[in-house]
């Protein structure tokens, strides 16, 4: 079992709708939770990050943290085009450095 | 605004030589970590280092690679004797302590990465 899991995508959502992104994890002693983007060919760039259960709002980002279920979320509202990228969980499972998920491809339709 | 600066950009090498990447840190960084992305596949850790030490190895392949950050200049991660499989995006990023996760205000900083070809 990989320590992070996420779906590869692509999700395609419609220019405004809201997009829903998840992510597993295995390591019940994990901390924080970050969530990155990353423009094809580019680093990637933080947008959220998450240590308590509950909900966390930044503009139109949301991210979501249930530890009992293992799972980390992230919704974005109002999806735009510019918001086509891949998506990139991470977490701190302990070691000195974040573990990456593969990330899921997200795409805006215009 | 001194980022996290990575060089070369793109970087060719033929198989069986060497290849050098450099990363010098966000200025007040002293924390470096090496990744590697294989394409379509997410970021893999590779090392972890502070000035003068590698605190963490443990994805760092046994054989070829090597990685210093030295008291003076860039931290430099060497492959010796490339093979195609080494082909990736390696990305360094920086933070200011070795808490990273501690609040706001330390999270990774990444370069733009260092794109090595294999041929």
């Known amino acids: 079992q990989k320590e992070v899991e996420q779906n590869s995508g692509p999700l395609s959502v419609p220019e405004g709708a809201i997009a829903s992104l998840n992510c597993t994890y295995s390591?019940?002693?994990?901390?924080?939770f970050f969530w990155y983007r990353q423009y094809s060919g580019k680093s990637p760039e933080l947008i959220m990050f998450i240590y308590s259960n509950g909900d966390k709002e930044d503009g139109r980002f949301t991210a979501q943290l249930n530890k009992a279920s293992q799972y980390v979320s992230l919704l974005i509202r109002d999806s735009q085009p510019s918001d086509s990228a891949t998506y990139l969980c991470?977490?701190?499972?302990?070691?000195?450095?974040?573990?990456f998920g593969s990330g899921t491809r997200l795409q805006v339709q215009p | 605004n001194a980022g996290v600066m990575q060089n070369p950009r793109h970087l060719v090498r033929r198989r069986g030589q060497e290849a050098r990447l450099r990363c010098s840190p966000m200025k007040g960084h002293s924390h470096v970590y090496w990744y590697r992305q294989l394409p379509e596949e997410g970021l893999k850790f590779m090392v972890y280092?502070?000035?003068?030490?590698?605190?963490?190895e443990s994805g760092m392949p046994k054989e070829r690679f090597s990685a210093e950050f030295p008291k003076e200049g860039p931290s430099i991660l060497r492959i010796q004797q490339v093979v195609r499989g080494d082909s990736a995006a390696y990305f360094c990023?920086?933070?200011?302590?070795?808490?990273?996760?501690?609040?706001?205000?330390?999270?990774?900083?990444f370069g733009n990465g260092t794109r090595l070809t294999v041929t």
């Open positions: 990023a920086s933070s200011p302590g070795s808490n990273v996760f501690s609040g706001a205000d330390s999270p990774l900083h």
């Open positions: 991470a977490l701190n499972t302990g070691r000195r450095a974040l573990t």
């Open positions: 390591d019940r002693g994990s901390q924080s």
């Open positions: 280092l502070q000035k003068e030490n590698i605190i963490d």
